[in-house]
């Protein structure tokens, strides 16, 4: 239930704006549960409990799949789980803000600040590259995203989409929280580049003054936000 209102969260609020995209959660050290492609596909905003299904990093199912199958792109989330243990959960999506910026080399900088704290943290931080286009299809394709990733919470696939990651209790609504980070921090870039990319960068001591306030507020809290937006739409599992 939690992985498919996340699901609707992302498509709803346009970061996968069809069928494309998916969450995982870490069941154990080799499992995952993920959001999978059943006979009735609708796309993410419209996802349904049952499409999302436990299998391994393999992409070999726990139980019976029936006549949904894993996605394509399943390595992106079994390699970050493989090589991240502290990492718990993994978003997959293209969000539309992010592959302009990406395409037009319009840089992620940090302009902003207690508009949106996470995403001028992530400025300030920088963003990591994937190069490559490709649809991450093959294990060795998402061994290059993981090494991509590094450390880091949140990756850009250049003229693809983005990956990031949560851990810990709140793992899917961490790592939704810093995909729409990312897409706020990408939506303003893309249009103060628009609108000349005259925009300053933030002194030090600035940056200084904008506190991680945790995760029950930039994840819960926020996420909990994200839901009632789906309930007001006639969106949101209930249950
Ligand atoms: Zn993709």
Redesign the pocket.
């Known amino acids: 239930m939690l992985v498919a209102n996340a699901c609707r969260v992302l498509g709803a609020r346009g970061l996968a704006e069809d069928i494309?995209?998916h969450i995982s959660l870490r069941t154990g050290r080799d499992r995952m549960l993920v959001r999978c492609r059943g006979p009735r596909e609708e796309g993410l905003f419209v996802t349904r409990p049952a499409d999302v299904r436990e299998v391994d990093l393999d992409g070999s199912p726990v139980d019976d799949l029936g006549d949904w199958a894993v996605p394509q792109?399943l390595p992106?989330h079994a390699e970050i789980l493989r090589a991240r243990p502290d990492v718990d959960a993994v978003v997959?999506c293209?969000p539309p803000s992010v592959l302009l910026a990406g395409l037009e080399g319009v840089p992620l900088r940090p302009v902003f600040g207690a508009y949106n704290i996470p995403a001028a943290r992530m400025a300030h931080d920088g963003v990591p590259v994937y190069p490559r286009s490709v649809?991450?299809r093959r294990p060795e394709l998402g061994r290059e995203v993981a090494a991509a990733l590094g450390t880091a919470s949140v990756l850009v696939?250049r003229g693809?989409?983005i990956a990031t990651v949560g851990s810990g209790p709140h793992a899917v609504e961490q790592a939704v929280g810093r995909a729409l980070a990312l897409d706020v921090l990408a939506r303003v870039s893309v249009e103060s580049a628009r609108l000349g990319g005259r925009a300053a960068e933030l002194p030090s001591e600035d940056v200084a003054e904008l506190p991680d306030l945790g995760g029950s507020f930039n994840d819960v809290m926020l996420f909990r936000h994200h839901l009632a937006r789906l309930r007001t739409e006639g969106l949101l599992l209930e249950g």
């Open positions: 494309l995209g792109e992106i997959h293209h649809l991450v696939l693809h989409g």
